[in-house]
C-alpha cells in the first residue's frame, strides 16, 4: 500500500466514525425531544436500561467504596445500634427477614432490593458508601447529610447479618420502628 491509499483509508475511517457519531446524536436528541421514552413507573426498566444502569452502579460503587475503611471490630451493641436504624430508616424500602416493604415502597422503579436477599453481593464497605451517598436517579436516598459515619457503619453492620438473619433474630435486635414512621406504614 503506497502512502496516498494510506491516507484515504484513514481518512474513510474518519468519515466513517464521525458519521456514526452524528447519527447517535440525532437518534439520542429525538429520544429526548419527542416524548418517545415512556418515564412511567408502572413500567419495568427494558432489559438494557436495566443491564447499563447495573453495570455503571456496581463498578462506580466498587470503585468509590474501595477507599474507605471500616472501623475495626463489631460489637453487638454496634449491630443493635445499626438494626434501630434500619428499621426506622431503611425497613420501609428494603423490608427485612418476616416484615414486608411498605405499600408504597413497591410502586417504585427500580423497586428497592429486599436487602436480605442482595445484602452478600455487596462488601460492608459498599453497603456503607451506598447508605451515605445514595443512588442517583433511583429514589435510593443519601443519608450522609443526615448521619453521622458511625451511625452508618453500624446501619452497613447489621445490613450485612441480614442473610443470615431468622425473622425472630430480626425481630429482636435493636428496637423495633416506632408507629408513624415506618411500621404504621407496612404492607401486612
Ligand atoms: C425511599 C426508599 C429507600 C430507602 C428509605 C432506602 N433505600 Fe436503599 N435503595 C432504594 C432503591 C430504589 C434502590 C435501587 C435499587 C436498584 O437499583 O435496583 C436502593 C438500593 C440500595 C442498595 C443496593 C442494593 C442493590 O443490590 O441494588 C443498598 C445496599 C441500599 N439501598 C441500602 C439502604 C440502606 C442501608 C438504607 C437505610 C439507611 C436504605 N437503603 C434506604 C430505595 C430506598
Not at 446524536?25 to 413507573?41: F, P, Q, R
Not at 474501595?66 to 436504624?85: H, N
Not at 457503619?153 to 450485612?160: C, E, G, H, Q, T
Request: glycine fraction near 10%.
Amino acid at each position: 500500500m503506497d502512502k496516498r491509499e494510506l491516507r484515504k483509508g484513514s481518512l474513510l475511517v474518519i468519515a466513517g466514525v464521525a458519521g456514526v457519531l452524528v447519527v447517535l446524536a440525532v437518534i439520542g436528541l429525538v429520544v429526548v425531544y419527542t416524548g418517545g421514552y415512556n418515564v412511567a413507573a408502572t413500567e419495568q426498566h427494558t432489559s438494557f436500561t436495566r443491564w447499563a444502569f447495573d453495570t455503571t452502579l456496581r463498578n462506580s460503587v466498587r470503585n468509590r467504596a474501595s477507599g474507605t475503611t471500616a472501623p475495626e471490630g463489631a460489637t453487638p451493641e454496634m449491630i443493635a445500634a445499626g438494626g434501630t436504624e434500619y428499621k426506622a430508616t431503611c425497613q420501609h424500602c428494603h423490608a427485612g427477614p418476616g416484615v414486608e416493604r411498605a405499600e408504597w415502597a413497591s410502586g417504585m422503579r427500580p423497586r428497592p432490593p429486599h436487602l436480605a436477599e442482595v445484602a452478600d453481593e455487596w462488601k460492608l464497605e459498599e453497603v456503607h458508601w451506598i447508605a451515605k451517598h445514595g443512588i442517583r436517579l433511583t429514589g435510593m436516598p443519601a443519608f450522609g447529610p443526615s448521619h453521622d459515619d458511625r451511625t452508618l457503619w453500624n446501619i452497613a453492620l447489621f445490613v450485612k447479618r441480614l442473610p443470615a438473619m431468622t425473622p425472630e433474630e430480626y425481630a429482636a435486635t435493636g428496637e423495633p420502628a416506632s408507629e408513624g414512621s415506618s411500621h404504621g406504614e407496612n404492607a401486612h
